[in-house]
């Protein structure tokens, strides 16, 4: 079993950045790649980017350019940096961790970009 708590969301003007956190628990060494999605109202849930333990990267298109993932495997720990909010980034984003071929995630955390 694998525990992923995230924190970091909150609002933020258009323009500005946000950074997410989410911290791993349990069954840590099983962890292979981790990852972010998100979900706003009446859309489904997609892809924000993902991170394998070996620290390759894989971005949505809408996110190219302004969102940085990274993780610290020491710290079991891994982070959205969000830069040049927009208003259309606003969602529920979730953290994710893929451990033995079972996906986990997290409660979520409510990301809005308004001014």
């Known amino acids: 079993q694998v525990q992923l708590v995230e924190s970091g969301g909150g609002l933020v003007q258009p323009g500005g950045s946000l950074r997410l956190s989410c911290a791993a628990s349990?069954?840590?060494?099983?962890?292979?790649?981790m990852g972010w999605y998100r979900q706003a109202p009446e859309k489904q849930r997609e892809l924000v980017a993902s991170?394998?333990?070996?620290?390759?990267?894989n971005y949505g298109d809408s996110v190219k350019g302004r969102f940085t993932i990274s993780r610290d495997n020491a710290k079991n720990t891994v982070y959205l940096q969000m830069n040049s909010l927009k208003p259309e980034d606003t969602a529920v984003y979730y953290c994710?961790?893929?451990?033995?071929?079972?996906?986990?995630w997290g409660q979520g955390t409510q990301v809005t970009v308004s001014s």
């Open positions: 994710n961790a893929n451990a033995r071929y079972l996906p986990y």
């Open positions: 349990g069954s840590i060494f099983s962890i292979g790649a």
């Open positions: 991170i394998t333990r070996a620290g390759s990267t």
